[in-house]
């Protein structure tokens, strides 16, 4: 689990990485360093933007919460008959 932790931190302090020099100086103040291209045209695509990343990070949440401890007691869960042929 901590090498999990360790991984996923990596991953998220590496992302300043991400944008080029040129890319960097046409973004606005909040985005440098983080996207290539043009900046949002509108603040619809703010809007646009932070919509999308709350549905990627509640699906990551509930994605590893539920990888980790399924919470499926049942016996009779498929998962048991995956489990019990390895």
Known sequence: MK??????TILFLSV???ACPVCEKQQPKILQGIT?????????????ITVTA???L???FY????LVS???KSVTHIKHSVLNNV
């Open 3 to 8: 090498k999990f932790i360790a991984i996923v």
């Open 16 to 18: 300043s990485a991400l």
């Open 36 to 48: 290539h291209g043009a900046g949002p045209q509108s603040n619809w695509d703010y809007l646009i």
């Open 54 to 56: 709350l549905i990627v």
């Open 58 to 60: 509640v699906t990551l």
């Open 63 to 66: 994605s590893i919460k539920w």
């Open 70 to 72: 399924p919470g499926e």
